[in-house]
């Protein structure tokens, strides 16, 4: 496993993930706190200081994207939209742009919940793929004390009992014409 795979696996743990999330919820909060200027009287310096603290970690971020992802960084729209959004953070003069960077929760919001729901695309696709084991749903049976498999997508009229002692010795010829067989006629009753 190379550096660029390392970092792959590491921006890609739920942790940092979350971590950076976490981080754009602060880095919203300050920028809040800097329209107040009775806040910003009070604790400025120290707000200006966690606000870069913060651009700081996001342009870690892009930088680190950029080195794992090398130009597939570019083909996420989200990609492009926190490199904007963190490109025009860091031109001097751009602070009335700053506020730009609390929309990157919207994005991490939009972005969970495509994540979610791609999870749960996944999950009953698996489930759809996974039966319940029950006898309807078998498709070979190993009958050992008749020295017999039985392949279960065959129909009654078809050869559907094979020799068991040929199958394990690998002798599958019988079967797979059987099933090529089955296959044929399914196709001409389908034209």
């Known amino acids: 496993m190379d550096v660029r795979d390392r970092i792959h696996e590491f921006l890609e743990r739920a942790w940092v993930r979350n971590g950076i999330i976490g981080v754009i919820l602060f880095n919203a909060v300050l920028l809040g ?36 992802y090398r130009l597939a960084f570019f ?7 926190d490199f904007a959004i963190v490109g ?20 991490s919001r939009l972005l ?3 994540e979610q729901r791609i999870a749960a695309e996944r999950s009953e696709a698996r489930r759809s793929l996974v039966g319940t084991g029950d006898r309807n749903e078998r498709v070979r049976t190993y009958n050992f004390p ?13 050869r559907k009992n094979f020799n068991l002692d040929g199958i394990i010795e690998g002798r599958l010829a019988p079967l797979f014409e059987a099933l090529e067989e089955k296959d044929r006629r399914t196709r001409l009753a389908n034209l």
Request: hydrophobic share 50%; net charge negative; charged share 25%.
């Open 33 to 68: 706190m800097e329209t107040s200027p009775a806040i910003m009287d009070r604790a400025g310096p120290l707000i200006t200081a966690l606000d870069r603290a913060c651009l700081a970690v996001f342009v870690m971020e892009i930088g680190l994207k950029l080195v794992a």
């Open 146 to 158: 008749q020295n017999r498999v039985t392949d279960h997508r065959l129909e009654d009229g078809d």
């Open 112 to 114: 969970e919940a495509e």
């Open 75 to 81: 083909k996420s729209g989200w990609n492009l939209f």
């Open 88 to 107: 025009i953070s860091l031109v001097p003069g751009a602070q009335a742009f700053s506020v730009l960077r609390a929309m990157r929760i919207l994005r």
